[in-house]
């Protein structure tokens, strides 16, 4: 069982969104360490970035997991229209509302 299927590693940064920048599964991260006043950059797996453990626990499973899904599959029509987005009329009221409820959440 992964982490993220027992809970214990929760994406606050749906992982498709960060894959999106990625060099295949790893970004680069800029840290800032306060007290040394330095930045330093490190290569990171998207399934250590934008999350944390515990984080939603149900809300996660019952919301955001379904969601996450939803939009996943939503952001693949974008590329259908090769990147660019589709004319008003071509979406529906439901994939409207999928695209604000994702941005809000």
């Known amino acids: 069982m992964s982490d993220n299927e027992d809970g214990n590693r929760n994406h606050y940064v749906p992982r498709f969104y960060l894959r999106r920048w990625a060099n295949g ?9 306060t007290y040394k006043k330095e930045l330093f950059w490190k ?6 970035i934008g999350c944390k453990a515990g984080l939603y626990k149900e809300v996660e499973k ?5 969601l996450d ?10 590329k259908e229209y090769d990147g660019s987005a ?9 994939d409207a509302n999928l695209w604000a409820k994702s941005h809000l959440s």
């Open 69 to 78: 899904t939803k939009t996943c599959n939503f952001v693949k029509l974008f």
């Open 86 to 94: 589709p004319k008003k009329q071509e979406l529906s009221e439901e």
């Open 25 to 33: 599964e790893f970004l680069w991260t800029a840290n800032w360490i």
């Open 43 to 48: 290569n990171r797996s998207t399934k250590a």
């Open 62 to 66: 019952l919301f955001f997991e379904p």
